[in-house]
């Protein structure tokens, strides 16, 4: 039985606890927050737990197996590096750090301490996203072109960071999951409107090799709540609405192909095909257990994390780029590929 | 009766000949166009207009009040500074010429032969977006945040032009009558798949003063038919989708407000508000039948038309501009202002 | 070339003109209204026809080979009949005839007379219905359980007949066509709400054999335009939604099955299956077109319409037996079978 | 503190008992059931609560106020007739019993003992029913014409119990609570196909007096699952998706108007009406909470619940109406008044 240390019970960290108890290879034994009437507020739930109001409890605990961080993005660096050092296994919530150079860091750690760092891409672990990937893996879409997404509501949940960092990070890592490269490079424009220092609304653009584009659109503002992917390929394209309750995905057989060789003084003919849309059935499966499973699994069997340190880099590199971008003139960065990792 | 000739009946000039022939205070006299077969089925349709191979066969019949041009946008400049200069009015589908230098020898044209000059900005004549400039003019939506646009679809129907010329023009000239003021930078971000040299999916974003930004976004080749802007405010929010017969407009009265003073050391305290959703009744009549009343009123009682060649310069310094930014990397083009015209 | 006489051009008979002077096989000659001017406006819209404000000019006059009725639903018997002993070829707007009794005299007039006789059961010549009765006949959904269909609106066109034999017979036609039997019971419940005689809402059951169903509700008073008919199956569903512009039909992997064999005393278990959904591409061709195309078919080749008289009559035992629980106490009432037939 | 003892933890039991462990006046001390996995399960989730296999230790119970009744319907008589003669409040799933009789001889016990018998016709504590009330009672709807209601999936819950007596006593309440009046009659058409002598689909017609109509139409084989009430009155029409998340309600500013004289020897005109629709905003509390909570209050206060066992009674009625019409030709069935109570 593994035991866990949770940082955190604000918003997410309560998720946490409620898997971990409910997961019968973990427990959770000890919960730490700033805030004394959450952490009672998690006692009553679940009587079993230990709560403490310093984290370092948790770090120093030497029966603790697992620490899970869900704190302000700021601090990620500074638990888990100390949670790691202290020979811990961690799991932290997204983004894994403020910065790249943070996140190489953990990673170098938890090498180094021959301990799993896993970072709560959480989308990664949805049927639908799976049953995306197996789809696009298969050669059913033919070459992709680009992806479109978009991830939109009404709602301001972070006051340390912009909306780029907050939702970015989920469209940011299905995209490197689904197309299993990195950008060449990212370029983002935004505004904001109700804090003067953070964006609330922005665009994010990553371009890949052979004119492969993503683009993600992200709004705190936003009347309607859409959560929406639109993958375009060659031979079919594919829709995820992920607001839909079960309709998640949608295969289309359309497409519109260019004559193999033209000559541009004549006429320019395409070819369009309108075919079936397929509804695939897709289970309906909590991901955060799924998740949460697959990090023990990798604990106990020594196996990498799909969403690793390295993915957390990934993801984060980007949102360094794409805020680059942002403050000066919205125009291309590159990034760099980590020789040094 | 004004008399018109339509140079063009290929793919919208058709509307334009029915409706100015089922006009009233219209009649169609004379249809250019190369190809003979289509000249021949328009003769089928309405026995009573001539037809020619030759243009010049309009710009020269001195009987003729109008001249309409439904051609490729590379030609539109010489069709139509040649009908100007023979005291033609003319009506010239969008985008109005394929620069804006050409825009603006087409305004002066207009000015000094005194005659009327419009661009086919349909969508302003749409009893939806009059509906919605109505709605932010009547300050109920508060001061406006963000518009953002999504004109997406499987197609491709131009060959000399790309999405971003094809399709944002829409949106821009709505945008354009929206907020009654033209953007300081335009950036654009786009790629080609079909036609190597063609964008066929590219998002424009248009920034005006004091945070308030436009996103356009343009494909080719989605498979959903999406056609929808939204128009975030500091008291409401509103949808407008024109793919929907008949609910086209959605009033929200949702909002985020931050607060009045706030202390970066204290905790930051957003207001969210939740109201009812109001769906107004809009009548549904043909805009094109709206636009081309409209060009005989401004003809007949020397007024200025609502989408006159300024308008259509607007747009194209829009596209040129936004060019310039797809060409080099992305970064923001500032749109100059025409001290000269 | 067939020439065509049209009687009645109110609501619908302009589309019966349009339609049979684009197909090259037919041409419309003369057309009788008693209003003066609805002739004037379809002379105006095609200038080569005749009109008149007596039908019996189109019944005596012998170049006439089709005659097409579109006319209030007490009228068609007589027009039918007369144009029949005149040798013409009829084509009668849905339902066939106020009565059972009617719709029986003309079938016996029409084969007498060797004429065709065709109903305008348009729906049946849709892609749509044409793509449903190819998967019920393919077996696909397994064994037919119940239809269920609805077609609802606002809007109230009829001041002779009650809702249901206004609206029902496109949904009564398209399940016999469907299921190619003739229910052996109907029941019927409504109400008047407008107008004190004329029911505006109705629901029609047919029941056939083997505990299969069918429900029509009817409305003339729904805010919402509904055009739905689920067809469950044993093995599969079937949703057809003719509102929708492209997406008309979806097929559902989806079933109810209880065990071969039971003992009440233990549990009974059942099994439920879910699958993906389909939606076929479907053409989207303009029905009333096709349909008459088969009835020129049908004239030419000596072969018996698709929706043919006894169609049609089957329709009217229906609604008459329909009218007839409607006015008792909703009770189911046997539909006879025709042996005089 | 109210001690509550819950007889039946299969499907909605557990429901019962997370909110009475919930709420701040009420405790639940003793769960009954037959099948010991379920106690096991329960005692797991809620360590405090006392389990049984024999009901009649809640029953017997000195310290138990609340007795609450998940269990199948042919038993709730019984167990609500014992629990109430040993002076308890009484909380029983709908539909209240299996027949009016019995019914009525709950009514008379709880009086005689005066206790509170209250039933679980949950939907009538919703906030959407709860505004379509006000709205109905405001008058904004004018006269209500029809009610025309389904609920329609794919599940098979109930083997003792048809479609309508598990289905319909959601809808038939909620019509009742809308329209505060007893229908005249009742009718009713249905079949079975997965178990032969349990109808799987059926509709279900009340007829009030004035010409107003509801209509239920209830299934266990949609492959859909819909949940849509329609409110026609004679000034607005109101559509209620239980489906939605959030935009339950839709008032519709649209109608229909006979002349107020007329002339049958005349034109008969209709004008309509077609205007803004409003989606109200809801507030989305658990309807099982508000309900719980207002039993409790009732007992507290001695006042009457709203859905108490008369509410129960006339459900029943209905139900019992409705099946004899199914059984025997589908003829109206009138609703006694009940003169004895």
Redesign the interface.
Known sequence: MLKVGVIGCGHWGPNLIRNFTQLRRSDVVLVADLDEARLKHMKGLY?TIETTKDYRDIIADPEIDIVTIATPVHTHYKLASEALFAQKHVFVEKPITASAKEAKALIVLSEKHQRKLMVGHTFVYTTAVRKMKEIIDSGELGKV??I?SQRLN???FQ?DINVLWDLAPHDISIVLYLLDQEPQTV?A???????PSVED?A?L?M?FSD???A?I?T??????KIRKM?V?G?KK???YDDVQPT?KI?I???????PKLYDTYTE?H?S?K????????IEGTEPLRTELNHFIDCILSNKEPVSNGRSGLYVVKILEAAQKSLDK????VPIAEDHGL
Chains 1, 2, 3, 4 share one sequence.
């Open positions: 009587p072109y680009y479109n009404l709602g301001l006051q370029s424009v935004g505004a904001s409107h109700i804090n609304v665009v653009t371009k004119s492969l584009l683009f659109q709004s705190w503002l936003d009347p309607d639109t375009v060659s394209m594919m829709v309709e949608r289309y057989d359309k497409g519109v192909e260019g320019f395409y369009y309108y075919g079936d849309i397929i509804i695939p059935k003139g919205n125009n291309q």
